[in-house]
DNA sequence: GTTAACTGTGTCCGGTGGACACAATAATGT
DNA sequence: ACATTATTGTGTCCACCGGACACAGTTAAC
């Protein structure tokens, strides 16, 4: 797994050319991800899509979970190169940088759990979260906890407001908040606070910001109490 | 399926009685979850621990979506009830209740994930989240972002430790961080930054804490300036 | 006692990931 | 030039999955 995802392809020696690379099948891959959910990726549906059958897929892959491990470290791809700033406004644009990355493949968000083997885009993109906070006087450990909050809230709100497109059960936008605000009227007693709190809503859907700014400010006192 | 969450079982006026309840079923699936893992939870296999087939269980269950949501919202249960606190002190054991659970059931770290009916023990949990911020002088928004901030943290922690039995694939703690410091110290010079980090990293493994104290910082300054 | 509602069963289907034997291909050693 | 050998691609087969559907068995209501 590890050779397959930081390996160098070799192309071989002997024997027949390979009809398609690791990469040209990842990509395939992607692209049916993100058209057709991450549900419709089977290996065969990946082989109609390239000029060879389903069991060649194996001659170049173990089996599907390294497939997923491959096409979603590709997916990530790397964080865009951004001019040095300050800590703050650094993390706050990786934070947004990685949202939109969420947002562009949101099967993402079900293939990137767990423990699991990391790749090199995935690693680049902790190189540069990390690298904003180098100067800020946080320890090691602090500097990877800290970009853990970060993509960890980022995660979560894409998670939120993402589609999902055919994979998981997806409800619409409307279909959610409809039957969560009725819910809530209809037991109005049983979740009392819940309740005043949606009356007392202005449905911004901002909870993308308002939890990055909480973060950063957090950071932010701790970084300045070690000054 | 919002019936299935929320309406109360009725026993049939005719007919046989039902040799399975739906909650019967859930708590089989739950078992079956928690020792061999969500991939192990088919229809076949819950039937398996039941005294009846498997076609049976769509009698009580519409397919195995719902399956699945039933049995999250059970596995998910309620919060403990703790004495009335400061909002933060209610909040941090808020965290660590949600924590225990989602270490109970590693597995609800997969269920519980994008936009899907919501049950009652699910908004029983947020319900208690709003109930310690409904003084704090945040809006009804700021107080559902907070607890969306604070949950998607402790998701993000869960997963990072749990062990995700049998589901996905589980590297071991030691494997995982083994490839990876073998992959920082041979690539050095690629991630210059990670590689510092971990140079001077302690492997603490405190991350929860450390999270949770940024984000509740944060939300204090936010109620602070508000006062 | 008949009817109607309801539960449980057996069979069948398309689709999935994957094992495995075998044929086709192309560079290497002689 | 030719045999060897490493490698790729193919076809067949299997267990398992979720689920549709027709049918039989059971029980309360009329």
Chains 1, 2 share one sequence.
Do not use: C
Not at 32 to 50: H, K, N
Not at 71 to 78: I, P, R
Not at 114 to 135: S, Y
């Amino acid at each position: 797994m590890t050779e397959l995802l930081w390996g160098t392809p070799q192309p071989p020696s002997r024997g027949p050319k390979p009809a398609v690379t690791l990469a040209g099948i990842a990509e395939a891959a992607i692209r049916i991800a993100d058209t057709e959910g991450l549900d419709a990726v089977s290996m065969q549906r990946v082989a109609d899509d390239l000029p060879v059958t389903k069991m060649a897929l194996y001659r170049h892959v173990p089996g599907k979970t390294e497939l997923v491990a491959v096409m979603s470290d590709l997916a990530m791809g790397t964080p865009p190169e951004r001019p040095e700033q300050p800590w703050r406004e650094a993390l706050r644009t990786w934070s947004m940088d990685l949202y939109e990355g969420f947002n562009r493949h949101p099967w993402l968000l079900l293939t990137t759990v767990g423990r699991r083997p990391v790749g090199p885009n995935e690693l680049t993109w902790m190189e540069h979260g990390v690298r904003a906070l180098t100067d800020s006087g946080l320890s090691g450990s602090e500097q990877f906890d800290a970009i853990l909050v970060l993509s960890g809230h980022v995660r979560t709100l894409a998670l939120q407001t993402a589609s999902l497109p055919g994979g998981r059960a997806g409800l619409t936008e409307e279909a959610f908040l409809g039957t969560f605000a009725t819910i809530l009227t209809t037991q109005a007693e049983r979740f009392p606070s819940l309740a005043a709190a949606l009356r007392s809503s202005n449905q911004n859907n901002e909870g993308l910001e308002f939890g990055l700014e909480r973060i950063l400010d957090g950071l932010a006192v701790l970084i300045e109490s070690r000054k």
